[in-house]
Nanobody, 115 residues
């Protein structure tokens, strides 16, 4: 079992930056592939960024060059640095831990990009 708690969301103006954090507990963090997903109102949840347990990263085309995912295994935490934010980045952002056939989710943190 893995418990995930996201933080760092909030209201930011277009062009601004936010850093989301996801703190994990309950299991060995380093063995999980970690991801950030988002769901905007009326839309399906989508993958934003992923980092494998080996450190390989993957990004959605819509955030490439603007967002950076990273992990600190010593702190059991995964981060999402979001720069040059756009109104279309507004969504509820959730953290995911994946290993083999199991997925664990946090409750999410809301990001609103508006002037």
């Amino acid at each position: 079992q893995v418990q995930l708690v996201e933080s760092g969301g909030g209201l930011v103006q277009p062009g601004g930056s936010l850093r989301l954090s996801c703190a994990a507990s309950g299991s060995i963090f380093s063995i999980y592939d970690m991801g950030w997903y988002r769901q905007a109102p009326g839309k399906q949840r989508e993958l934003v960024a992923q980092i494998t347990r080996g450190g390989i990263t993957l990004y959605a085309d819509s955030v490439k060059g603007r967002f950076t995912i990273s992990r600190d295994n010593a702190k059991n935490t995964v981060y999402l640095q979001m720069n040059s934010l756009k109104p279309e980045d507004t969504a509820d952002y959730s953290c995911n831990a994946h290993r083999i056939a199991k997925d664990y989710w946090g409750k999410g943190t809301l990001v609103t990009v508006a002037s």
